[in-house]
């Protein structure tokens, strides 16, 4: 195994090569991203890198630049102290949401992701509606779910069931585990699970214990961590930035920070896929053009109607589409006036140099 091979460059990225960038360039992976400066690795060593002027002028969006995991073709100078960024190889998977706030724009949060681990805490705190948001950003990224129950040391065993086959129920082939960072149960089955040379990330809203976990995979308390506000029942923010760790077996995590609105764009596949019931049922729907709302003949009401369907289920459906669909076409409003903006200065550019 070469050291890219340890950082989890394979075969995939190897055929994603373009031969000309390649010989003129090395190739590193991006570790962490600070504004805009950027820690990449080449499986040697980790530099403080830039973005080269081409690369930063020609993005047409914020898909374009790096982002934590994925990989650059980059220069190293000043004996490896220092490194410029020249492209973005191809991604595997990506995962994105809306930047939050009124803002419609993409925000990269990592790239080129194996295993999402999508932890709720088993407590007052566990949330399906906000589950079925999480599945849909990673299922719309093409990246494979575990759902982690963290702090089962606070729920009985009879509750813990309970929240597995609720979890079941909308996501049957989704793998859940419970475990507690506390006193240690299932700590191991959540380790064997990590493989070396695979990309991991941790999701879930502030306080469901990601750091805490991450801290016990490690081994050590490398990172800090912050109580959960009893007053508000909030977790603090511990996590403030993106950075992809390598564990003692050679498998790669990535911590995110706790994320208050979890906003999508252009998430069809993601609603497929975390919805696949809901859209099953659409397609027996006696109209084609149904909206699923008040139509006779609409089979995913009936579905409602008769208990089949949960009603809370059905309405965050219709909300994350409606939202997506929103965002959608609010951000291609945006797309569309900066590029009508952007040939707009580069006419009078070239009329001012005439």
């Not at 709720?120 to 759902?147: C, K």
């Not at 390598?246 to 252009?266: K, V, Y």
């Not at 919805?275 to 053009?289: H, M, R, T, V």
């Amino acid at each position: 195994m070469n050291a890219l091979e340890a950082i989890g460059f394979n075969d995939w990225f190897q055929n994603q090569l373009d031969a000309d960038m390649a010989s003129a360039h090395e190739i590193a992976r991006v570790i962490s991203v600070h504004k805009n400066r950027y820690v990449i690795n080449n499986g040697k060593m980790e530099v403080f890198a830039e973005l080269s002027g081409h690369l930063f002028y020609t993005a047409d969006s914020s898909t374009d630049l790096p982002t934590v995991g994925d990989w650059v073709y980059a220069d190293f100078y000043d004996e490896d102290t220092h490194a410029i960024i020249h492209a973005v190889m191809p991604r595997k998977t990506l995962l994105k949401r809306k930047t939050s706030g009124k803002l419609v724009d993409i925000q990269l949060i990592a790239a080129n992701i194996d295993i999402a681990f999508i932890i709720q805490s088993a407590d007052y705190n566990f949330n399906l509606r906000r589950l079925e948001r999480y599945l849909v950003m990673v299922n719309e990224g093409d990246i494979t779910p575990v759902i982690l129950l963290s702090k089962c040391d606070l729920s009985s065993q009879n509750e813990l069931d309970e929240l597995k086959n609720s979890i079941t129920n909308i996501a049957p082939n989704v793998t859940v585990l419970a475990f507690s960072s506390l006193n240690g149960e299932n700590l191991d089955r959540v380790k064997d699970a990590l493989a070396p040379c695979q990309t991991y990330c941790l999701l879930g809203s502030s306080g469901v214990g990601k750091t805490t976990l991450l801290n016990s995979l490690l081994g050590s308390e490398q990172l800090r961590t912050q109580s959960v506000s009893k007053k508000q029942n909030k977790g603090k923010h511990t996590t403030t930035s993106r950075e992809l760790i390598q564990l003692d077996n050679g498998a790669m995590l990535i911590d995110t920070p706790g994320m208050r609105e979890l906003g999508n764009l252009s998430v069809d596949t993601g609603m497929d896929e975390t919805f696949s019931d809901i859209s099953a049922l659409a397609e027996q729907c006696k109209f084609g053009n149904c909206t699923h709302t008040n139509e006779k003949g609409c089979a995913i009401l009936a579905a409602i109607e008769s208990g089949e369907l949960s009603e809370q289920r059905y309405k965050n459906y219709i909300k994350m589409k409606k939202e997506s669909e929103f965002n959608e076409l609010n951000y291609f409003e945006k797309r569309k006036k900066d590029k009508d903006f952007g040939k707009m200065i580069k006419a009078t550019l070239k009329d001012k140099n005439r």
